[in-house]
């Protein structure tokens, strides 16, 4: 380029951009140019000041390769590989960082395609649509590797991908296979997830952004503790987006969860409203009721248990597929041992609580369970209340937490402690023992006040604790 004046091949083939881009820019009134008789003109020190101006858009990888003329020949001679590299009947040129080659339409026409590998290593190969030379296909090499190049080493780059496309990535590639619960994920993500954030680009969403779907979620009178389950599942994909190279930060990390303090359900079920619901429950589901109070276990536990976990000789239930993972032993009490000898006198599967028609698991027990209730005047009583009693009839008969948190199958006594409830006749119990306190006390020092000298004498060499 020693003209001072460039034409559109040279000034493209400086700033390696394809020639319909400097058209566009040309357009636009980007770059600046000259119209002599109808041709398009740049002066040369004005594109090279374009170009230092603009050297942060137009660096990449490429910037590092050398630039070559519009023949070719010197950029072929110093990267070309390959005996046959520089023949003229050669279809095919291997640069080291790509390949360029041609191919033939049925209508004779020739096409040029470029051969390179991303950063994962797999083989990419594609057409260079609207490319008329072999320089033309050797830039948008050049521009493909430079892309690959800042993803991979770049600090402050991440690969760009929309919300929506990340959601089927994070469904198929992490929730199905570590996560039982990942139809949870899928509802919340298609429901509200995706039709609030699907359109955005990860990069793009923002903490105020999240703050405004929370707001909209509150708006909307949706349980605080739905929401923060939502903005949990959120949190998630934007640490697996970090280590997947889709993100550089979290940002769910700067909102704050709503309080759940208010949203806790304690509710236990009496001894007075057990035996009205036993006497109104079906016969199937009395036997699964009394599973669940006398063990604590989950709703899924007691209808997926099989016989093979049940061992009446040692009297113990052995728990697997439990919601956190890890198995349990729970022993069985006299009452339910008599239950289960039972159902073991009319089995009918391999499942200890089965469907009769299907021999099957019941999916659920909410319908006869709710008509229970409801028969036996019983409100606001949910079947994992049931669990919720076992662990408060626990904690009144003197377990401690330690053994209770086995027994629930928690990781946390902090979870163990959301279980443990007393209701208000023990609150008023506990409140007067501090008036019994205080009534003995004035007793004893009435009766002093009303000793003899002698009787004051022996009550104080008495020691106060004897050791046998």
Same mark, same amino acid.
Request: with cysteine; net charge positive; charged share 35%.
């Given at each position: ?58 660096? $990449?990888?490429? +910037? ?5 003329? /519009?023949?070719? %020949? #010197? @950029?072929?001679?110093?990267? *070309? !590989? ?115 954030? $699907?359109?955005? +680009? ?5 903490? /105020?952004?999240? %703050? #405004? @779907?929370?707001?909209?979620? *509150? !708006? ?130 391999? @499942?200890?609580?089965?469907?009769? !028609? ?111």
């Amino acid at each position: 380029m020693n003209q001072s004046l460039l034409n559109v091949n040279e000034v493209s083939s400086f700033l390696h951009v394809h020639p319909k881009t400097i058209y566009k820019w040309k357009d636009v009134g980007k770059i600046p140019y000259l119209n002599i008789n109808g041709l398009i003109r740049f002066k040369k020190d004005e594109i090279e000041k374009f170009k230092d101006k603009n050297r942060g858009r137009l660096s $990449g990888f490429a +910037e590092f390769l050398p630039k070559f003329d /519009l023949s070719l %020949e #010197k @950029y072929d001679i110093m990267l *070309l !590989k390959g005996r046959s590299a520089l023949s003229k009947k050669s279809k095919r040129w291997n640069y080291g960082f790509g390949t360029v080659y041609v191919r033939k339409t049925k209508q004779g026409r020739i096409r040029y395609y470029i051969d390179y590998h991303e950063k994962d290593g797999k083989r990419k190969r594609e057409i260079v649509k609207n490319a008329q030379t072999r320089s033309e296909a050797v830039l948008s090499l050049q521009k493909k590797v430079a892309e690959i190049f800042d993803v991979a080493y770049s600090p402050n780059r991440a690969k760009k991908i929309k919300f929506m496309e990340f959601s089927e990535l994070y469904l198929e590639n992490y929730s199905k296979l570590n996560k039982k619960s990942w139809k949870c994920d899928y509802y919340s993500l298609n429901a509200h997830l995706v039709p609030y954030f $699907g359109k955005f +680009e990860l990069s793009g969403i923002t903490p /105020l952004l999240i %703050e #405004k @779907y929370r707001a909209e979620r *509150l !708006k909307a009178e949706v349980n605080k503790s739905s929401t923060n389950r939502e903005l949990a599942l959120l949190k998630r994909m934007f640490n697996l987006a970090i280590d997947w190279d889709y993100s550089k930060e979290n940002p769910v990390r700067k909102v704050r969860l709503f309080s759940e303090k208010d949203n806790l359900k304690e509710r236990v079920l009496s001894e007075e409203e057990e035996a009205k619901l036993l006497e109104e429950s079906a016969e199937h589901l009395r036997s699964i009721i009394l599973t669940a109070l006398y063990t604590g276990m989950r709703k899924n536990e007691i209808l997926t248990l099989t016989w093979s976990c049940v061992d009446l000789k040692q009297r113990l239930i052995q728990v697997v597929k439990t919601k956190s993972g890890k198995n349990r032993e729970i022993p069985i009490n006299d009452d339910l041992l008599e239950v289960l000898e039972e159902l073991k006198k009319h089995k009918l599967s391999d @499942y200890v609580f089965p469907n009769p !028609k299907t021999g099957n698991p019941f999916k659920t027990v909410r319908h006869s369970f709710e008509s229970a209730c409801r028969r036996a005047e019983i409100l606001n009583l949910r079947f994992h209340d049931l669990r919720h009693t076992f662990s408060c009839r626990m904690i009144q008969k003197g377990c401690d937490i330690e053994t209770l948190r086995d027994l629930l199958g928690h990781h946390s006594i902090t979870v163990t402690q959301r279980y443990i409830h007393t209701n208000l006749d023990r609150k008023k119990l506990a409140v007067e023992l501090l008036a019994a306190k205080k009534t003995e006390k004035e007793a004893d020092l009435s009766h002093i006040c009303h000793m003899d000298d002698g009787e004051k004498k022996e009550r104080a060499t008495t020691p106060l604790f004897s050791i046998n």
